[in-house]
């Protein structure tokens, strides 16, 4: 009967390989920076003490659209066309970057040192196909989740869970400004201007009494009352000998 009836071919999930879980939860920083999350980037804690019993593996950071997060396989290796950032979002979902070796996450952390890690920050292979684990700008606002996965060889040996969904900034639309019909922006113009006239008033008044203060310090100099002036007259002497002037 099954033979008869036929069936369709089935095709199965691909094989997650096991690999241990470590008890860490990738988080943002808490260290007092700017920008922990931009609109292409975001900051993490470094998973120090985490991969102790794992000195010979490579920890890789895997980031993924939130939705598609719990869907990664962990068997597909980095540097690959399933893992690339740069078909990251679509048609990959998640791209693993910030390859180190344990060396770089010495247990205990150093005191006085920032130890994070920016993920987004390399721009210069953002489109360069040849550097499929570039640590390249986030394409959008997300949200994403992230974890770490120790690989020894191609073999995942150790991984953290998934962070929390960590969603970057947007930047706010033209439309969104609040105008002059916001009650906030309409009370700030009405102070503004009556504030501009209380200002002219001022202003004027002041020229005004400059220029009454110096029209009377001009006038006390200038146009005082004047002295009376008399004009003598003077006769030359020969005219009183001509006596055609005595008539």
Same mark, same amino acid.
């Given at each position: ?42 900051? =993490?804690?470094?998973?120090?003490? %985490?991969?102790?019993? #794992?000195?010979? !593996?490579? &920890?890789? @950071?895997?980031? +993924? ?85 120790? =690989?020894?060889?191609?073999?995942? %040996?150790?991984?953290? #869970?998934?962070? !929390?969904? &960590?969603? @970057?900034?947007? +930047? ?76």
């Amino acid at each position: 009967r099954g033979c008869s009836e036929g069936s369709a071919p089935s095709t199965a999930p691909p094989r997650l390989l096991p690999a241990d879980k470590v008890r860490h939860k990738p988080a943002l920083t808490q260290e007092k920076l700017e920008g922990v999350t931009t609109a292409s980037t975001f900051v =993490l804690d470094q998973p120090r003490c %985490v991969f102790n019993n #794992y000195s010979t !593996a490579v &920890i890789w @950071l895997v980031v +993924a659209l939130d939705k598609d997060a719990y869907a990664f396989n962990n068997s597909a290796g980095p540097g690959t066309n399933e893992t690339a950032f740069q078909r990251f979002p679509d048609p990959v979902h998640a791209y693993m970057t910030l390859n180190v070796t344990l060396n770089s996450y010495p247990c205990p952390k150093p005191a006085g040192d920032i130890t994070v890690l920016r993920v987004g920050s390399e721009t210069s292979c953002a489109q360069d196909e040849t550097r499929p684990t570039c640590n390249g700008p986030l394409p959008g606002p997300g949200p994403y989740r992230v974890k770490f996965l120790a =690989l020894e060889g191609s073999v995942p %040996v150790a991984e953290t #869970y998934w962070s !929390a969904p &960590i969603t @970057l900034r947007t +930047a706010k639309s033209p439309n969104s400004i609040p105008t002059t019909s916001s009650g906030h922006s309409a009370g700030m113009i009405a102070i503004t201007t009556i504030l501009s006239i209380l200002f002219a008033i001022l202003l004027a008044g002041l020229v005004a009494m400059l220029v009454f203060w110096g029209s009377d310090s001009c006038g006390s100099s200038t146009f005082g009352k004047q002295e009376s002036v008399s004009v003598r007259r003077y006769n030359t002497h020969h005219v009183y000998d001509q006596p055609a002037a005595r008539l």
